[in-house]
């Protein structure tokens, strides 16, 4: 029953894959008959989908069973990291040096497990890669000279973006969950599943300290202006703080888990909710304390949520994984403006200062729109290819275009006008799961 039903997401050996590891010390705060609720159910708030229709409940208590044996001590230690890096040489130039850094786009295409270096000018291709499952989306320094990436199975890569070709990797962990950098570069840390560790890297990926967790990271980012890596535990209400370049860790003790977070444009606060939770809550970064709660209901996928600018006043817009709705939310006041609802429960809702519109996937064929001067929603939608699911939308560094994946194997980056809703351009690719765009993702864009 496992193999047919979940190793392709877990792993062969419930390491993990695209999918958290199933082993005892990953499923010991759950319950058996969670796991099988689970199982069964699905959750609402991942791509985890339901099997009630194919394994009756005796049947998911067998899987339990089967999950709760040991697979060993998994060990990943300092040496062991070392042991893994290689040193790769630099490659003839692949990027021109006229090209805009800052409109570069990294494709991250699941089908080939690679990624393709874009112009975001041209949209041609300029370079692409090979680097396994990536999880987390990759990370740039604020210079635009590297970029970082980390897959599943716990290997990371540095990838020369001035003048292309990958230059270093390492294997961190057996299964990692995402990675942050450090501004100038310097500092890399990889927050793992398994073991359950946060491991720092300097700029060329050579290990310096392992940090133990004493539950499951949620995720590791790093706080503009500030000099240290966040990390949140999905498992226990600890929020922790490692400072770069003195590579120290300070724990603050939170009223819940902090499953999900985003931090705010100020860089000063952070929005989090807890999975069954009933509450958004914001946490203050400098007073380590929870000032406003907001109930809700069905988590919102926060850290691929927006903030945009109404009427001089900062807002958010969460999209609900669990329910076909958006809330916006007032930050001045953290009160709820309005909820719309949607035509699907989707994962990511986007925008940029170049475009008018909010664009909302809902796990459908279908990109909703809503207008951000007056929160109405759009009757058009936009449907780049039909019964294929479109997903994930990224900007260009101007926000003149936004691109859309087709979510396939014989998908497709769709290319936007981001004002006049055109059609520019049509990329195939297979199964293209993120784009990120270098200016977007070292600047805080509305």
């Given amino acids: 029953m496992y193999h047919e039903r979940c190793a392709s997401c877990h792993g062969p050996a419930r390491y993990g894959g695209y999918a958290p590891p199933l082993i005892p010390a990953a499923l010991e705060r759950k319950s058996d008959g ?26 998911a208590r067998s899987l339990v069973s089967f999950l709760r044996e040991p697979v060993g001590t998994i060990r990943w230690d300092l040496d062991a990291i070392a042991a893994s ?17 800052d409109n570069l786009i990294l494709v991250v295409e699941r089908g080939t497990s690679s990624v393709s270096v874009l112009d975001g000018d041209s949209l041609g ?17 604020r210079a635009l000279r590297m970029v970082f990436a980390a897959t599943r199975d716990g290997t990371v890569v540095k990838y020369d973006l001035a003048h292309g070709g990958l230059r270093a990797k390492v294997k ?16 890399v840390a990889a927050a793992n599943q398994l073991p359950a560790t946060l491991v720092v890297l300097d700029g060329a990926l050579r290990p310096q300290k392992v940090f133990p967790l004493p539950g499951q990271p949620s995720g590791v980012y790093a706080v503009p202006g500030r000099d240290h890596f966040l990390l949140a535990l999905r498992d226990l209400p600890r ?21 999900d977070f ?73 009160g709820v403006v309005t909820e719309i609802p949607l035509r699907g429960a989707g994962y990511f809702v986007r ?18 729109l809503v207008e951000k001067d007056s929160l109405a929603l759009l009757p058009q939608t936009l449907t780049p290819e039909v019964g294929k699911k479109a997903m994930h939308v990224e900007f260009t560094a101007e926000g003149a275009w936004a691109l859309v994946s087709v979510w396939h194997e014989r998908g497709a980056v769709v290319v936007y006008d981001a004002e006049s809703l055109e059609e520019v351009a049509r990329l195939p690719y297979a199964m293209p799961v993120g784009k990120y765009n270098a200016r977007n993702k070292t600047r805080l864009l509305y």
């Fill in 85 to 101: 890096r290689l040193e790769l040489p630099a490659a003839a130039p692949r990027i021109p040096p006229e090209i805009r850094r």
């Fill in 262 to 334: 985003t931090l705010v444009p100020d860089a000063k606060h952070l929005v989090a909710s807890a999975r069954g939770g009933q509450q958004l809550l914001l946490y203050d970064l400098d007073a380590d304390t929870v000032r406003a709660a907001l109930p809700t209901q069905g988590l919102p996928h926060l850290f691929s949520s927006c903030f945009f600018e109404r009427d001089g006043v900062l807002h958010a817009a969460f999209n609900h994984i669990g329910i076909p709705r958006l809330s916006i939310v007032d930050m001045r006041t953290f």
């Fill in 351 to 368: 925008s940029h200062a170049g475009t008018p519109y909010l664009w909302i996937d809902t796990d459908t064929p279908e990109i909703q």
């Fill in 125 to 141: 291709e300029l370079d692409r890669f090979e680097v396994g499952r990536i999880h987390g989306g990759p990370k740039f320094d």
């Fill in 239 to 259: 929020l922790l703080r490692v400072t770069f370049p003195e590579l120290e860790l300070r724990e603050v003790a939170l009223p819940e888990a902090f499953e």
């Fill in 34 to 59: 969670q796991l099988v609720d689970a199982i069964r159910a699905g959750l609402a708030n991942t791509q985890m989908p339901g099997f009630a229709e194919v394994l009756d409940e005796p049947a």
């Fill in 172 to 187: 961190v962990a057996v299964n990692t969950r995402n990675i942050a950098a450090s501004p100038d570069g310097a500092f």
